[in-house]
């Protein structure tokens, strides 16, 4: 009798496991996701898993386009972040988008006091004014169509510390973080969900290259708790869950991926 009762209750319990795990599944089919800086790094490996979670992605960048030419379900499209309005023409012409990831971004290293104006402007119009104007071709693209979408923005822990020679990369990045404010406050009323992530290093090729100094490495683990930096993927996990529904109540977050940096 026991026996039946056991294998009465696993009988049930089996359907219910099973609505629970697909019910985590993430699925992007129909869907068409933009991703700026799609050509390498973070954008590379998230144009890469969108596509394999079903979506059709276009991947911006300048360089690097042809490597997506046998991709399924992805597109290169050039698009020069650093050229306002033909970017902006790029944008608007791209067709419907129902996810966004606002991933390019560049940086300039020099001490505060010879810091070049020029090249301040340059970063934040790449980093600041372009996450702008993709967010505005993405939000009238989703309004025009009363269709729900997410945006998720690429920002960096550098936008609450300030880091020795990174002027324009760290004040880029916290006008990044309060334009992920703006755009949920005015987009979230309207069914288009806004977050940023906020890495720490990240193990990139040109993160390698930048912080395979252990001299240099070193005093950046000791703040971060876990001990190591990030990796592409710790980056793209977030940033996958931030564009699916499993975050529909997920909203204007400033979402830290810098293993307890910002919490030591």
Known sequence: MLS?????????????????NSSYAVDFTGKTAV?????????????????????????????GLEQF???????????????????????????????????????????LETHDIA?????????VTGSLVAGQAAARSMLARQAKGAIVNVSSQASTV??????????????MDQLTRMM????????IRVNSVNPTVVL???????????????????????????EEEDVVDAIVYLLSERAGMVHGAILPVDGGFWAA
């Open 184 to 191: 949920a406050v005015e987009l979230g009323p309207r069914g």
């Open 4 to 20: 039946l009762m056991r294998q009465a209750t696993q009988a049930l319990r089996r359907p219910l496991l099973a609505r629970a």
């Open 35 to 63: 991703v700026t800086g799609g050509t390498k790094g973070i954008g590379r490996a998230t144009v890469l898993k969108l596509a394999q979670l079903g979506a059709n992605v276009k991947a911006l960048g300048r360089s």
């Open 204 to 230: 990139t090729d040109m993160g390698k290259a930048a912080w395979s100094d252990e001299a240099k490495a070193a005093p950046m683990l000791a703040r971060i708790p876990l001990r190591r930096f990030a």
């Open 162 to 175: 300030g880091l020795p020679d990174h002027t324009a990369y760290c004040v880029s990045k916290g006008a």
């Open 69 to 111: 030419a046998d991709v399924p379900n992805v597109e290169g499209v050039y698009c020069d972040l650093g050229n306002t309005s033909e970017a902006t023409e790029i944008l608007n012409g791209l067709g419907d988008i129902d996810l966004l990831v606002n991933n390019a971004g560049i940086t300039y290293l020099a001490p």
């Open 119 to 127: 090249e301040f402007e340059k970063v934040m119009t790449v980093n």
